[in-house]
């Protein structure tokens, strides 16, 4: 299983790099969860099942931060210098941009690809408190 994470720049500018998903702080559970770890990866607020048709390429330009698994076919990115990224079943994106950056997800295979994705908005600052 690969795992994967997509930034952006301060230009706006989206850049894939390879992610270990073990290195994640994990918390192990009490009794007999010991051994079995989980980690907070961002506060969910929307679980979507995506579908890939072949073909399909949509450009994302807008972005909410979120934790992507491909459940089934291909998923391929492309960031916006034309770097790609084929994803299997199993392998995982990180994505961490919120504005604007000419990325892709696409599917070119022969059949539909099925993605899981978790929505995880960043956070918003709350407004400083009036004297």
């Not at 994470?5 to 994990?26: I, K, N, S």
């Not at 918390?27 to 980690?39: Q, Y």
């Not at 979507?48 to 698994?69: K, Y």
């Not at 504005?99 to 929505?119: I, K």
């Given at each position: 299983?690969?795992?994967?994470?997509m930034?952006?720049?301060e230009?706006?500018?989206?850049h894939?790099?390879p992610?270990d998903l073990f290195?994640?702080?994990?918390e192990?559970g009490?009794?007999e969860?010991?051994?079995?770890?989980?980690?907070?990866?961002?506060?969910a607020?929307?679980v979507m099942l995506?579908?890939f048709?072949?073909?399909?390429r949509p450009?994302?330009?807008r972005?909410?931060p979120g934790f992507?698994?491909?459940?089934s076919?291909?998923?391929?990115?492309?960031?916006s210098?034309?770097t790609?990224?084929?994803?299997a079943?199993g392998?995982?994106?990180?994505c961490?941009?919120?504005?604007?950056g000419?990325?892709?997800l696409?599917?070119r295979v022969?059949q539909?690809t099925?993605?899981a994705?978790?929505?995880?908005?960043p956070?918003k600052?709350?407004?400083?408190?009036s004297?």
């Amino acid at each position: 299983m690969a795992g994967y994470r997509m930034t952006a720049d301060e230009r706006g500018q989206t850049h894939l790099e390879p992610m270990d998903l073990f290195a994640w702080p994990f918390e192990n559970g009490p009794g007999e969860f010991k051994g079995v770890g989980g980690a907070t990866m961002g506060d969910a607020n929307r679980v979507m099942l995506m579908r890939f048709e072949t073909g399909a390429r949509p450009g994302f330009h807008r972005a909410v931060p979120g934790f992507l698994v491909v459940l089934s076919g291909e998923l391929v990115v492309w960031d916006s210098a034309g770097t790609e990224v084929a994803l299997a079943p199993g392998d995982a994106l990180r994505c961490e941009t919120t504005g604007r950056g000419g990325w892709r997800l696409g599917n070119r295979v022969e059949q539909n690809t099925l993605v899981a994705l978790v929505q995880m908005p960043p956070k918003k600052s709350l407004p400083a408190e009036s004297a």
